[in-house]
């Protein structure tokens, strides 16, 4: 057979290559990706850029358009600072890999049955675009075009830090109101560590060794962990090599460094949804011939952290006739969120928990609660967390679904710790000078 016979019989859109693909590429890519995949895929965009770049998001899962009861919704989140810039390739090779290996990997084809997975490879397309040469550490791409830093921008909890909301944030704050999403991870680059909640805290969350924990601590660190453990290196804790250590290649945001305004917490605390930051490179902006192994590194840590989003239960909270009842809070006893979780308009929750014996409690507005104590097992083989519904004796009772209080919840409750937590900031804002780069 001569050469070009033989180019004849390759597909006719080539594979995806590792290299950088700027905006239009990316664009290309994701728009070919849609077009040969279209009953696996939907390509929306949640918004556009200071500069008018659009926040591209595509979706994978057996009905790409819309929700489905019980399908719960996961995301993947890059490029928040568009200096960092392996996330926005990997996630485009997570796209390539997943929608080339449905119906013939039978792992990617049960996810993407159980799953509707939502990805944007660009949060901050202007600061990619600003990036004008490889680096460790590029001198511009970090903010948005409007020299924002996106991670600093979404409302904090634990202070009235009342930020200029960028339109990149308001995408994604409203994209997580319009989407119930369960699990999410954000990756960055400028270190090798998976790091969960909280980044910023108060007196009622940090604890003697400097975490600021959530009451979902187990999860979060398993969470983090199954990143860590399924990556080549990240585990190690030390594979920069510039000092740093984190003890099986995970760390709590906080006890790193403090974050004001970040984005996992605001998922946690106002989004109903359990996001870690993902770290995967030593180097921000690194050549495109490490992007192959950087790939290889990533992928299946990648895959089993989407499978994460089946564990814990799911369920409705119906009323006597079988109508859903939305906003009704559903908490698992001893594990109440600042703000409450509550169900959606078709009456659904979600709740991420380890494997182990719980009290569940479902209240519905204008009733009493509900308590049920079951045994959660590991639903991750099964691709599918433990259902069970709850059924109110009552009629339907509306209530305001998914709504929460927009203001600072934790501040001002004590004064004592407020001036800690200002100490402790101050402490670790000289740290951060004198040691690290900045990087989520
Ligand atoms: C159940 O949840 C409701 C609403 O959050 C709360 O008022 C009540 O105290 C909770 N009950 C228990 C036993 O935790
Ligand atoms: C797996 O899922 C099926 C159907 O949802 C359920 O009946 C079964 O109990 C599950 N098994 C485990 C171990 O969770
Ligand atoms: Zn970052």
């Known amino acids: 057979m001569d050469i070009l016979s ?7 859109v080539a594979a995806l290559d590792f290299s950088y693909h700027r905006t239009k590429e990316l664009e290309a890519f994701l728009k070919a990706v849609y077009k040969n995949h279209a009953s696996i895929t939907h390509l929306y965009s949640v918004g556009k850029s200071v500069e008018g770049r659009d926040l591209w998001v595509l979706a994978l899962g057996r009905f790409p358009t819309q929700h489905k009861i019980g399908i719960p919704e996961f995301k993947y989140v890059a490029n928040m600072h568009g200096d960092e810039a392996v996330g926005r390739e990997l996630l485009l090779h997570l796209i390539d890999f997943l929608v080339t290996s449905d119906q013939h990997d039978p792992v990617i084809t049960k996810l993407i049955d159980s799953t509707r997975i939502h990805i944007i490879p660009s949060m901050n397309p202007d600061g990619f675009e600003a990036v004008t040469a490889f680096s460790c550490n590029p001198p511009a ?3 948005n075009a409007n020299k924002k830093d996106l991670n600093r921008n979404f409302p904090d909890a634990f202070i009235k830090n009342n930020p200029k909301v960028q339109p990149e944030t308001r995408a994604l704050m409203d994209w997580m109101k319009n989407e119930m999403f369960v699990l999410s991870a954000n990756l960055h680059g400028g270190s090798l ?6 980044d910023n805290g108060n007196s009622l969350t940090i604890t ?3 975490e600021s924990k959530t009451l979902d601590n ?11 453990t399924n990556h080549a290196t990240m585990h190690e804790g030390s594979a920069c090599q510039n000092g740093e250590y984190f003890l099986d290649g995970i760390t709590n945001g906080y006890r790193w460094y403090q974050v004001e305004g970040g984005m996992q917490d605001y998922n946690y605390i106002w989004g109903q949804c359990f996001e870690i930051t993902v770290e995967v490179s030593c180097c921000k ?10 790939w290889n590194d990533n992928k299946a840590a990648l895959i089993e952290y989407i499978k994460q989003v089946h564990l814990g239960v799911k369920g409705r909270v119906l009323d006597k006739n079988g109508e859903p009842i939305p906003g009704a809070i559903v908490e698992a006893v001893d594990r109440r969120h600042i703000c409450p979780y509550k169900t959606n308009r078709n009456g659904e929750y979600y709740l991420l928990l380890l494997p182990g014996t719980y009290t569940l409690n479902a209240t519905a507005p204008g009733s009493r609660s509900l308590l049920r104590k079951m045994h959660i097992p590991n639903g991750i083989g099964n691709f599918s967390a433990l259902t069970y519904d709850f059924i109110f004796p009552e009629l339907h009772t509306r209530g305001e679904p998914g709504s929460c209080p927009t203001k600072p919840l934790y501040s001002s409750n004590d004064h004592r710790s407020m001036s800690t937590t200002l100490s402790t900031a101050i402490s670790s804002l000289i740290l951060i000078n004198i040691f690290y780069a900045v990087i989520r």
């Open 193 to 198: 560590v998976a790091s969960y909640p909280f």
């Open 6 to 12: 033989l180019a004849l019989l390759l597909p006719l």
């Open 218 to 228: 187990d999860v979060f660190e398993h969470l983090a962990r199954i990143y860590s």
């Open 208 to 210: 003697p060794n400097d």
């Open 141 to 143: 791409g970090r903010y």
């Open 285 to 294: 902006f690194p050549q495109q011939d490490e992007l192959s192994s950087f």
